[in-house]
Structure formats: C-alpha cells, structure tokens
T-cell receptor
Framework: GQQVMQIPQYQHVQEGEDFTTYCNSS?????IQWYKQRPGGHPVFLIQ?????EVKKQKRLTFQFGEAKKNSSLHITATQTTDVGTYFC???????????FGTGTRLKVLA | GAVVSQHPSWVICKSGTSVKIECRSL??????MFWYRQFPKQSLMLMAT?????????EQGVEKDKFLINHASLTLSTLTVTSAHPEDSSFYIC????????????FGPGTRLTVL
C-alpha cells in the first residue's frame, strides 16, 4: 500500500535554530496536509498544499510541495519552545479522499 | 466552527469486555468520518472510513468483527472494540470531513483505551 515517509524521525534543536522535516512518497500525490500534534494531544491541521511547486507561509513556518508532487517539506525559522511536538504530513492520491499519515518528525526545542 | 468531540476521553477496561467510543461533529453534519489508531510514539494509522447510513470501509489488516463501526446519523459515529485485549490498548482518534470542505479533516481529541 501507499507509504509516506518522513525524515528525520527526531530532531533536537536549540531555541532560535531552524528546523526542517521532509515528507516523501513513492507515488504521485493529489494533495498533502501538515499537522502538528503536541504531546498528549490530537493532530491539529496546519495547512494544505495542492499545486505542484506550491509554497505557503504561516509566520515562521514555510511549506513546500515538490514539483513532481511526490515530496513536501515544512521549515520552521528560529524555533521557539512552543514549536515542540510531532509534525505529520498526510497525503492523498488522486481519486481518493483517504489521507495516509507520514511517520512523523518529533521536534524538541532546547531553551 | 468544525468541532469534533469524542467520548470518553479515556477508558480502562478488563480483558474480554467491549468498549464503545463515540465521535460527534458538534456544529456541522459529517457525511464521512474516519477512525485512526495511534500507538505510543507512532503515527496515526487509518482503521476505517465511516459513511452515514452505510457500512464502514475497513483498511487492510483491520478486523471488522473486532472493531465495529456504526455511523447512524450525520453527527455521530461509534467505534466498538469487542472482546478487548491488552494489545488493543491505544489512542483512538476520529476525524470528520466538513461537507463544504471535504478535503480537510477535523480531529476529535482522542480516546485513550487501556485494557488490563
């Protein structure tokens, strides 16, 4: 079945450093969503990317969808302790409405 | 808007008993709801897709007789874990798609099940 891999699995950064997580699929995706899950919480929707090469920004967060629509990235500039959590991508292929979640990247920010 | 609730938020039960988890869309009608399971420090695994008024569609490897899903109304879907065993202990999360934004899921807060 479809698999969506994320790297890295874990990332520890000093507060103020940048952070990037990558999401990769072996198949062409229809669209991709990004979620953040705080420890003990549920996933919270961040953004959706639909177009090839699309780039979206939310304050310190930059999301990108690859030209081939097989990969995506989330970049956080100048991390803060409030950025701690696990970031998941979730992807769907054309013709389906089911989202398959990536393996997640757990971010720890050291003050 | 687009609030999804789950009940209970946590439950502890004895092995062999059945547990029902409710998922409600509070301020919208959800024709489609999704049930996920998340083991500690792992990703969300889709268990099944639930459509109002029809049988749920289960993902490969998910036993439909063990995880009974009922979507009797546009605002309520239930997941019943039958004859629960310790290996069923997990975080169960539902999500609902909004009728005007079917490409976005709204997640419930999750239910933590512990089977002794």
């Amino acid at each position: 079945g479809q698999q969506v891999m994320q790297i890295p699995q874990y990332q520890h950064v000093q507060e103020g450093e940048d952070f990037t997580t990558y999401c990769n699929s072996s198949t062409t995706l229809s669209n991709i969503q990004w979620y953040k899950q705080r420890p003990g919480g549920h996933p919270v929707f961040l953004i959706q990317l639909v177009k090839s090469g699309e780039v979206k920004k939310q304050k310190r967060l930059t999301f990108q969808f690859g030209e081939a629509k097989k990969n995506s990235s989330l970049h956080i500039t100048a991390t803060q302790t409030t950025d701690v959590g696990t970031y998941f991508c979730a992807a769907t292929t054309s013709g389906t409405y089911k989202y398959i979640f990536g393996t997640g990247t757990r971010l720890k920010v050291l003050a | 808007g687009a609030v999804v609730s789950q009940h209970p938020s946590w439950v502890i039960c004895k092995s062999g008993t059945s547990v029902k988890i409710e998922c409600r869309s509070l301020d919208f009608q959800a024709t489609t709801m999704f049930w996920y399971r998340q083991f500690p420090k792992q990703s969300l695994m889709l268990m099944a897709t639930s459509n109002e008024g029809s049988k749920a569609t289960y993902e490969q490897g998910v036993e439909k007789d063990k995880f009974l899903i009922n979507h009797a109304s546009l605002t309520l879907s239930t997941l019943t874990v039958t004859s629960a065993h310790p290996e069923d202990s997990s975080f169960y999360i539902c999500s609902a798609s909004h009728p005007s934004r079917t490409d976005t899921q709204y997640f419930g807060p999750g239910t933590r099940l512990t089977v002794l």
